[in-house]
């Protein structure tokens, strides 16, 4: 096992991507924080399959673009386990429209949850971290925030964001033995990619290289990778899992 | 009051590997104790466990000088 005593905190745990990390990094050893905004049901069965796993888990509801939440969640994360080693920022909305037809809260929403969410979890956790002289920061971008995308144009300015603060964090954290890397995922079988219609489906799909739509483990294998010291010499990267849809 | 000075400065000395007698009231973290602004935040951070007090960000970036930091410290006491 590659995370053994490690601890974690994964946000948007609840389901999709997020849930198949939280698991995959426990099946590593590591205990985890489960985050979820409004589904607590499904983040306690999350808890409970990683209590399975033998290991140690618990849920913490928290809205990642509200600081002083932010703040309570890494505390409890401390209090709890007594350090903190990876962050994963997983969390993510979208808010599909035409630039035309984009309202601003549409606009606002995507970019709160999927950019200042980011920054804000990153901020809470440095302090942790650089105490610890050691950590791990994973960023969920998107492989739309490489390429653009017509329709999606807050979720890609956000993704975009991200990409950004990876290699800034990156920079800044570098002496404090603290890596930062972002995961460009492309097209994953989720609740947030179910909604799109067929015809888009099958376009997008004649994009990939690989000729299949990605599942959630095939990011959370990668996740484990940038968690784990096997990628201790890489940081500001922003690995694209997108079945080779982008180059 | 002499104590907290010793603390803050056993603090710096060991945070920013200087001699003792350079650890002087106007000395300024990052002009004359060579530290870069990350040394100054965990420098803060350790000032914060060491005194049991929460010191805000707005408070922090007041703080650039070693008697900045004891006035700061003895002022919260
Ligand atoms: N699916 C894809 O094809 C794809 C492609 C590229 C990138 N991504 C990115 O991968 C990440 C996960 O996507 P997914 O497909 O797994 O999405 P999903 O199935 O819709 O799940 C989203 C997760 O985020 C949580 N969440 C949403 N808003 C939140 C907030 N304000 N605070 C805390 N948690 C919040 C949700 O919690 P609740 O259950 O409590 O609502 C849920 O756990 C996102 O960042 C997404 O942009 C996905």
């Known amino acids: 096992m590659k995370l053994e005593g490690k601890i974690a905190l994964v946000t948007g745990a609840s389901r999709g991507i997020g849930k198949e990390i939280a698991l995959g990094l426990a099946r590593q050893g590591a205990d985890v924080v489960v985050n979820y905004s409004g589904s607590k049901e499904r983040a306690n069965e999350v808890v409970a399959e990683i209590k399975e796993l033998g290991r140690n888990a618990i849920a913490i509801q928290c809205n990642v673009a509200n600081s002083d939440s932010v703040t309570n969640m890494v505390k409890e994360t401390v209090d709890t386990f007594g350090r903190l080693d990876i962050l994963v920022n997983n969390a993510g909305i979208t808010r599909d429209n035409l ?5 601003e809260d549409e606009w606002d929403d995507v970019i709160n949850t999927n950019l200042k969410g980011v920054f804000l979890c990153t901020k809470a956790v440095t302090r942790p971290m650089m105490k610890q002289r050691s950590g791990r ?43 930062v890397n972002a995961i460009a ?11 799109l219609n067929d015809e888009l489906k099958e376009q997008m799909l004649a994009q990939i290289p690989l000729a299949r739509f990605g599942e959630p483990s095939d990011i959370a294998n990668v996740v484990v990778f940038l968690a784990s010291d096997d990628s201790k010499y890489m940081t500001g990267q922003t690995l694209h899992v997108d079945g080779g849809m982008v180059m | 009051m002499a104590e907290v000075l010793e603390r803050v400065t056993k603090i710096i000395v060991d945070r920013l590997g200087v001699e003792e007698s350079e650890v002087k009231l106007e000395a300024s973290f990052k002009d004359d104790l060579g530290a870069d602004s990350l040394d100054v935040v965990e420098l803060v951070m350790e000032l914060e466990d060491e005194f ?5 960000d707005d408070d922090a970036e007041k703080i650039s000088t070693v008697g900045d930091a004891v006035n700061y410290i003895k002022a919260k006491q």
């Open chain 1, 137 to 179: 920061i994973i960023n969920i971008s998107s492989i739309v925030g490489v390429s653009g995308n017509p329709g999606q144009a807050n979720y890609v300015a956000a993704k975009s964001g991200v990409i950004g603060l990876t290699k800034t964090t990156a920079k800044e954290l570098s002496t404090r033995g603290i890596t």
């Open chain 2, 52 to 56: 049991d007090m929460e010191i805000s």
């Open chain 1, 99 to 103: 630039i035309m037809r984009m309202k």
């Open chain 1, 185 to 195: 995922p492309g097209f994953i079988s989720t609740e947030m990619t179910d909604k």
